[in-house]
């Protein structure tokens, strides 16, 4: 892919094509909507590509910084509709209950996009910085981050004056002045939304082709080599961390007024999980496999799930097992095997994921 | 005095259950790297066993202690199919095993879902657990004490078992260094598949526990499996004893933030103290010695 960086970018430009221009004309308001909603995966799960395919880090948490985009952005549109009242869901619990605190600062606007970047860049930063210091991995950091969703899912559910609870933040009227039951105001919407899809393919395109895309492969593949070359893995890998939590709030954010509610069930451990089986479908560390795995994904759970939801969960098990076991790189990783297939082989470099672990066990 | 009695006891008896839910899950990730997040569906199948011996035998005085050994060997044997059919062709990826047994977890969470009814079975508690203890002016009920009684005898066999048999030697070698313990002519393999088994088997026992204290439903192993993973966590590798004290001490750490604040905001406040503990230790309360870079 870094040999020939025009078909990638070509590719990207295709997809901007059929995302913003073919979409919108061939597709009814409904299933522009859903798009809508899983471009919102989609850009989520170009992060979680950047972090675990690219990165080796198994970010089974990104339902935390989704939700923190989320509801950051639910709190404006809810107080932008309550306008200069308290929120209807709060007065039912207590007709005189003063608006929370930390509510307070969303009624501005631009302190809620401020918020959408800078919340999940500051949580991301420090926990990274924290657990990466430390040299917390693998599966450590995989079940750390996978808590920290559960937890914050419980809380929010807990929390029902302060944050909606279970039933969660809907019913919005207004999208920063624009009315939201509008067609015309959807659209502008769902083109944010593929747009801002659009960016972050190029951000990590950007980022896989530079010397810091070589730099977390070398991370990934073989931690304390890069170490003894005199890197830091851990700032290596605090920025590609940071940059996927700021991807997962920013998809959580315009998962709200495309969807029109947010609750702890869209963020919690098993909504965390449903993000991998997208990337994983896809091909962890390709451009474009996590994008295209999460929209799949979102479609299969849109439609089969709500028809067959006992079926939706054997396949979604089924496809965790058969993709991971069978074919670790994704659907995208298909071409080239049957490309390799045809042509004769050509001698095969070291894998160096097995020189990892062997060098892994050297130590232990 | 009630107020310190109260949560101490209650948190001793989620402690053992946490214990005894994380113990399996220590074995298998100590020796083997890897973490079965289908290690609480294993648990509900546990549970599940218990109800049909119930059906079978009637008698609740009688169906529990049978249900024992049921449950071991049944979710034992689930554990030892996993092993055979999926987890040993991913002997060199212990994350993508993580994501594997996920999806296993998923397709047993909803079979149990269309099996039995979804609001969940009841477990009937024998009569001999029905009365409660005295203790210091609180009445503490008898299966929380079972509870700790069960998990007592369970980490008693384990550790006896690890350390008198042959094969518990067998195993202790592995887990301290697998290349060297293939060179002596120990069969890691059948190891494995022996570790694997016994580990599921107490996920098993560990569910009947649960099935006298909570609900039997299919939801249930997913609210054990990150506890008991956090308690491995903060207890160290390969460690029995830093299990069993991390599993107390979050047992009661839950019940004191359970009694103070209330039951959701203290799962909460468990899990931040186990990362911050982790940003203290990472490598666990006891740690074996090594000259490991990591």
Redesign the interface.
């Known amino acids: 892919m870094t040999k020939k960086p025009w078909i990638s970018l070509s590719g990207i430009g295709l997809f901007a094509v059929l995302l913003l221009t073919v979409a919108p004309l061939v597709l009814s308001d409904h299933w522009l909507n859903n798009l809508g909603k899983y471009c919102c995966w989609a850009i989520a799960a170009v992060g979680i590509g950047l972090a675990w395919g690219r990165g080796?880090m198994?970010v089974m948490g990104q339902g935390v910084f989704f939700a923190l985009g989320a509801y950051a952005m639910a709190m404006h549109l809810t107080l932008e509709t309550a306008g200069d009242r308290v929120p209807g869901f709060m007065v039912l619990y207590d007709p005189l209950a003063p608006l929370p605190m930390f509510w307070e600062p969303f009624r501005s606007a631009g302190f809620t996009l401020a918020a959408i970047v800078l919340l999940p860049v500051v949580v991301a930063g420090i926990l990274g910085y924290?657990l990466f210091k430390?040299?917390?991995?693998?599966?450590?950091f995989?079940?750390?981050t996978?808590?920290?969703a559960?937890?914050?899912a419980?809380?929010i559910?807990?929390t029902i004056r302060e944050t909606g609870g279970d039933t969660g933040l809907s019913d919005f009227k207004y999208f920063f002045g624009f009315v939201l039951n509008d067609p015309a105001n959807r659209l502008m919407v769902y083109l944010i939304v593929a747009a801002l899809l659009i960016v972050c393919l190029l951000v990590v395109w950007q980022f896989y082709r530079s010397r810091f895309g070589e730099l977390l492969i070398a991370t990934r593949d073989a931690e304390?080599r890069v170490?003894f070359l005199g890197y830091d893995p851990a700032n290596v890998k605090l920025v590609a961390f940071v940059v996927s939590a700021l991807m997962a709030s920013i998809g959580g954010a315009m998962f709200v007024p495309i969807v029109g509610i947010i609750t702890p069930a869209e963020i919690g451990?098993a909504a965390s999980?449903l993000m991998?089986a997208g990337v994983?479908l896809g091909g962890r560390a390709s451009l474009f496999g996590p994008a295209l795995g999460a929209i799949a994904v979102g479609w299969g759970q849109s439609s089969l799930g709500s028809t067959w939801p006992?079926g939706w969960?054997?396949i979604?098990?089924?496809?965790?097992?058969v993709v991971?076991?069978f074919l670790?790189n994704g659907l995208s990783s298909l071409p080239a095997r049957f490309m390799r297939r045809a042509r004769p082989k050509p001698p095969e470099p070291p894998a160096p994921?097995?020189a990892a672990?062997e060098l892994?066990?050297v130590?232990? | 005095m009630d107020a310190l009695i109260a949560p101490l006891l209650n948190g001793s008896a989620q402690g053992a259950l946490l214990l005894l839910a994380a113990l399996g899950l220590s074995l298998t990730?100590g020796q083997m790297?890897v973490?079965n997040m289908a290690h609480g569906e294993f648990l509900m199948i546990g549970a599940f066993a218990a109800y049909l011996v119930q059906q079978v035998i009637t008698a609740s005085n009688l169906s529990i202690p049978v249900a024992l050994p049921v449950a071991f060997v049944v979710a034992g044997l689930f554990g030892l199919v996993l092993e055979v059919t999926?987890i040993r062709?991913?002997y060199?990826?212990?994350?993508?095993t993580?994501?594997?047994t996920?999806?296993?977890?998923?397709?047993l969470?909803?079979a149990a879902?269309?099996i039995f009814p979804s609001q969940g079975v009841p477990v009937e508690k024998p009569r001999w657990l029905d009365g409660q203890l005295t203790v210091l002016g609180y009445n503490w009920p008898l299966r929380q004490l079972f509870t700790i009684l069960l998990a007592t005898a369970c980490v008693a066999a384990l550790s006896a078992w690890l350390k008198y048999t042959s094969f518990g030697r067998r195993i202790r070698a592995t887990v301290h260094?697998?290349?060297l313990a293939e060179t002596s002519g120990i069969s890691t393999r059948t190891i494995d598949r022996l570790t694997f088994f016994v580990g599921s088997g107490l996920a098993g026992v560990a569910g009947v526990a649960a099935s006298l204290i909570g609900g039997t439903n299919s939801q249930m192993g997913?609210q054990y499996i990150?506890p008991a993973?956090?308690v491995v966590?903060a207890g160290g590798i390969g460690q029995l004893k830093g299990t069993i004290v991390a599993a107390w001490a979050v047992g009661v750490a839950l019940a004191f933030f359970a009694y103070w604040t209330?039951g959701?905001?203290a799962?909460?406040l468990a899990?931040?103290l186990?990362?911050v503990f982790?940003?203290v230790r990472?490598q666990g309360l006891f740690t074996v010695r090594?000259?490991?870079?990591?």
Do not use: C, H
């Open positions: 080796g198994l924290a430390r040299r917390v991995k693998g599966a450590y995989a079940i750390l996978q808590a920290l559960v937890a914050l419980t809380l559910s807990s304390e170490r451990a999980i991998i994983a006992d969960t054997y979604l098990g089924l496809l965790f097992i991971i076991l670790p994921a097995i672990v892994e066990e130590r232990s | 990730f790297g973490i999926i062709r991913m060199r990826r212990p994350l993508d993580l994501l594997v996920v999806g296993v977890g998923l397709i969470q909803q879902l269309q260094n697998r290349d997913a990150i993973f956090l966590a209330t959701s905001l799962q909460v899990f931040i186990v990362i982790l940003q990472p090594t000259r490991s870079l990591a």
